[in-house]
T-cell receptor, first 115, second 112 residues
Framework: DAGVTQSPTHLIKTRGQQVTLRCSPK?????VSWYQQALGQGPQFIFQ???????QRGNFPDRFSGHQFPNYSSELNVNALLLGDSALYLC??????????????FGEGSRLTVL | DAKTTQPPSMDCAEGRAANLPCNHS???????VYWYRQIHSQGPQYIIH???NNETNEMASLIITEDRKSSTLILPHATLRDTAVYYC?????????????FGKGTRLSVIA
């Protein structure tokens, strides 16, 4: 049973460029969340997708956008990259929105370096 | 902002119990305590969660004080593979779309 898979694992961009990161949720999961983790910090919530709609959003600018596809996979897009966008981007999945289910399954992340 | 306070780092001898404390003095009645850990270069991994009763699973035990203002995660026999950053998170339990709010966690080093 494949867990959460993310691609690419590493990438380097320059300031002003755009980047797209991809995530396939764990089998049976339909809700995808994205987190940004700067070096030495805990992950910070970006947004959550369910039924192809953004359901929750953290304190991130509009340069950060996303999409969820009918097969539940998801993309994170970041436009006009800044040096401060350098971070590990984590995708997490779960089944459904409601409930007390504890487990949120995380992928191993995509490490973005902006030069 | 994270609603929890954790020590930045702790050491534990291999084979001994690791006791990781967490303060959450402003916890509300409908908020659960969750623990995740993040091994270097990996995504966070769920460990355990609880509301007010002590909980145990194959990975760890969670002890929550009676007033629910603090809790302790116990790894009964720490191994080198338990070296990781451990995050204590409080979250409303009956709303699955409430995001997890991570602090900086506790960096646990298990020493041979």
């Amino acid at each position: 049973d494949a867990g959460v898979t993310q691609s690419p694992t590493h990438l380097i961009k320059t300031r002003g460029q755009q980047v797209t990161l991809r995530c396939s949720p764990k089998s049976g999961h339909d809700t995808v969340s994205w987190y940004q983790q700067a070096l030495g910090q805990g992950p910070q919530f970006i947004f959550q997708y369910y039924e192809e709609e953004e359901r929750q959003r953290g304190n991130f600018p509009d340069r950060f956008s996303g999409h969820q596809f009918p097969n539940y996979s998801s993309e994170l897009n970041v436009n006009a990259l800044l040096l401060g966008d350098s971070a590990l981007y984590l995708c997490a999945s779960r089944k459904g929105l409601a409930g007390i289910t504890g487990e949120l399954f995380f992928g191993e992340g995509s490490r973005l370096t902006v030069l | 902002d994270a609603k929890t306070t954790q020590p930045p780092s702790m050491d534990c001898a291999e084979g001994r119990a690791a006791n990781l404390p967490c303060n959450h003095s402003t916890i509300s009645g409908n908020e659960y305590v969750y623990w995740y850990r993040q091994i270097h270069s990996q995504g966070p991994q769920y460990i355990i969660h609880g509301l007010k009763n002590n909980e145990t699973n194959e990975m760890a035990s969670l002890i929550i004080t009676e007033d629910r203002k603090s809790s302790t995660l116990i790894l009964p026999h720490a191994t080198l593979r338990d070296t990781a950053v451990y995050y204590c998170i409080v979250r409303v339990g009956n709303s699955g779309n409430t995001p997890l709010v991570f602090g900086k966690g506790t960096r646990l080093s298990v020493i041979a």
